[in-house]
């Protein structure tokens, strides 16, 4: 049984789910599950309705314009484009609800059957929530697609779910008229203006085979030619979200409208006093279920929401004008979410600067920060009192001035968070950061650690709209009878369990369970405890167990979750070969790490890539990972025995990492075979 210890209050609760074999367990704070926000919120059509009626005219979507562009190009031949960009132009709620209705209008004038699909191919912006937010007004289903998806990908997912009109932002029509001739049902381009842009002669002849509108004049028909609304029921099918696809082809996840608004009724629940007196910060790829989420939850907090980017997140950010501000220095939000790959490196940009500054600025900062850290551990609620303001002052008021100063609350997901970037946000930022856990398949909603929480390394306990289950897994060695915690595969039921996957019917029956109570269960395949107070931990990944040589198990996630923490490592994926007793890594170093030590080492080199090669700098990296290995508790075996150091980081654009920067494990494999293959040798 569940029983939270003094420091660790309840916040999950054992439940009996009609004879069931696994462990469930329920948010300790709803007797029942949390299906909608308010009575009558049921599906999104009516939930944007609602929520702009009541915040008229409040503002709602902030976009910044480009006022001035300049393009440099570095010795190497690399281009790279710099801006300056304007304050925030608002739109209200209503004028918001206004656009997307007349863009809904447009979109049927245009010749858009209500029962075809219209697929989003985008970078966030505010005309792609716009556009969400039209087509659930006339009841079309929406794919939304990762704007740095390849095209083989791309054509399956169009293909597939044989959209008829296609939105996309400027920036892919080339790579739409390239493929063109492979998408076999599209009638209707629909394409976001840009600053600056212009759609030339030859590549409108290239699209020829479309009919091609701009959004404002999809907007501008559906001002002169309004329709009435159409409003979908919760059981509608409101988004096919197509993932970025860790293996092989994505898979497009079904998902209601009683989905969505169910996670977002629940998060609601939990960040404290959420509303209209806060800002939002988005900048994550809206066709990942973590904003799409996030964004939901903002339209029915009544929060406002402006637009940035990861390249103009901050001052110093790639893509902003030395001078200039970034999105967050304008912006000045108080809510944000990030995956932790980016926070990892605000952490390391913020050491780095510290480290740079040395002499009495760095004793002043460490000083502060072991304080901060030790009042934290005590109790997130300590008093600090005179002490905290005087630290504030001079050591932590500049660094949250990287995001705007005014941070109040932040939530990470999409993979899991490490306890010193956790605790870095803590202490610097002065906020409570959600550590939230959750599936496409999930709609986001699985659990969300609680504010008031002050522990690392959890994820919460379950969201009140759904039960988390735990189910004995024999062959990995977890038991829901493990003591002192029970653990096993994570099992999400309830309302956000989406549909499924489309097309996909074996797929589907292989990971989603109805029960004989009709409950929906989506089978995670990863692998948890639950904590005495109802907390889940992740503690491993049943695809990724390997079986070495010797018969010792493996878990790939596992080790990289551990290693990842080591200050030298950008990314990591751990290798194991079944045919040896022991693992091998691929590691991306931190540039900046890497060469400081060389410096100070002495170490000669003539670029990054020469670095990476020598033989110090190898040696250098793997002791760092064996040390930082025996703090995490690994055994020898998951200790990589040999490693690889390589130069050039993985991105979407890459192919080596999803949206979310997750591993594509088997194209890292292909990738670099040859590297693996001689790690081996």
């Not at 967050?328 to 490196?345: E, F, G, K, N, S």
């Amino acid at each position: 049984m569940l029983s939270g210890s003094k420091k660790h209050r309840q916040r999950g609760v054992q439940v009996d789910v009609g004879g069931d074999p696994g462990f469930t367990v329920r948010s300790a704070r709803f007797p029942s599950l949390v299906e909608v926000p308010w009575e009558g919120g049921t599906n999104l059509a009516v939930v944007f309705e609602q929520s702009c009626q009541k915040h008229a005219s409040n503002p709602f979507l902030g976009t910044r314009n480009v006022i001035k562009k300049e393009t440099t190009t570095s010795a190497d031949g690399r281009t790279f484009e710099k801006l300056q960009m304007s304050d925030y132009k608002w739109l209200t709620f209503t004028e918001t609800f206004q656009h997307a209705s007349d863009f809904a209008s447009g979109l049927i004038k245009l010749g858009h059957d209500k029962s075809d699909r219209a697929a989003i191919f985008a970078e966030t912006r505010a005309e792609w929530f716009i556009s969400l937010q039209g087509c659930f007004r006339q009841s079309i289903t929406v794919v939304t697609i990762y704007a740095s998806l390849g095209e083989e990908a791309l054509v399956h997912s169009l293909n597939e779910t044989e959209v008829s009109t296609l939105i996309c932002d400027f920036k892919q029509l080339k790579k739409l008229a390239a493929i063109s001739a492979q998408l076999h049902s599209v009638k209707s381009l629909v394409y976001m203006e840009e600053d600056g842009a212009e759609l030339t002669s030859d590549l409108l002849e290239k699209l020829s085979r479309w009919k091609v509108s701009s959004f404002s004049e999809v907007r501008r028909l559906g001002m002169e030619n309004a329709v009435d609304a159409r409003i979908p029921q919760s059981s509608d099918i409101a988004v096919i979200m197509y993932t970025s696809g860790s293996t092989g082809l994505p898979k497009g996840v079904m998902m209601t409208h009683g989905n969505i608004v169910a996670t977002a009724a629940a998060v609601l629940t939990i960040i404290p006093g959420i509303g209209n007196k806060d800002v939002y910060l988005a900048y994550l790829p809206l066709a990942h279920v973590l904003e799409l989420a996030a964004e939901t939850v903002m339209l029915a907090a009544g929060t406002a929401v402006g637009y940035g980017s990861a390249l103009t997140l901050t001052d110093s950010s790639n893509k902003i004008m030395k001078g200039s501000q970034g999105d967050a220095t304008v912006l000045q939000p108080t809510l944000m979410a990030a995956v932790p790959a980016i926070l990892d490196r605000v952490r390391e940009a913020v050491f780095k600067k510290v480290a740079e500054k040395g002499g009495l600025a760095k004793k002043l900062f460490d000083i502060a920060y072991r304080r901060r850290l030790a009042a934290i551990e005590g109790s997130w609620f300590g008093a600090w009192g005179l002490e905290k303001l005087f630290w504030d002052l001079i050591v932590f008021k500049k660094i949250r001035s990287v995001l705007g100063g005014n941070i109040r609350f932040m939530l990470s997901g999409g993979a899991p968070l490490s306890r010193d970037t956790q605790r870095f946000i803590n202490v610097c930022f002065g906020a409570p950061i959600g550590q939230g856990y959750g599936l496409t398949e999930t709609c986001a909603g699985a659990t969300f650690s609680e504010w008031d929480d002050p522990s690392v390394g959890r994820v919460g306990p379950p969201l009140p709209c759904c039960f988390i289950k735990l189910v004995s897994w024999e062959e990995g060695g977890y038991t829901v009878s493990d003591k002192p915690m029970p653990r096993g595969e994570i099992v999400i039921g309830g309302p956000s369990v989406t549909q499924g996957y489309y097309k996909n019917e074996a797929k589907t029956d292989e990971v989603y369970k109805v029960d004989d109570r009709g409950m929906r269960w989506f089978y995670t395949g990863d692998v948890g405890q639950f904590h005495p107070d109802g907390c889940l931990e992740i503690i491993d990944r049943k695809k990724d167990i390997v079986k070495l040589q010797h018969g010792e198990y493996v878990s790939l996630g596992k080790v990289e979750a551990v290693l990842a923490s080591c200050q030298y490592v950008e990314s990591i994926m751990v290798h194991a070969d079944p045919f040896h007793n022991y693992c091998v890594a691929l590691v991306v170093p931190s540039h900046a790490v890497l060469e400081k030590w060389a410096q100070s080492s002495g170490v000669q080199y003539k670029d990054f890539a020469d670095l990476c090669d020598k033989k110090e700098a190898v040696e250098e990296v793997q002791k760092a990972l064996a040390k930082e290995g025996k703090v995490g508790r690994l055994d020898k075996f998951e200790i990589p025995a040999k490693i690889k150091l390589l130069p050039d980081p993985w991105t979407p654009e890459s192919g080596l990492v999803t949206a979310a920067l997750k591993l594509k494990r088997e194209n890292l494999r292909s990738t670099f075979k040859a590297d693996l293959q001689q790690l081996y040798t």
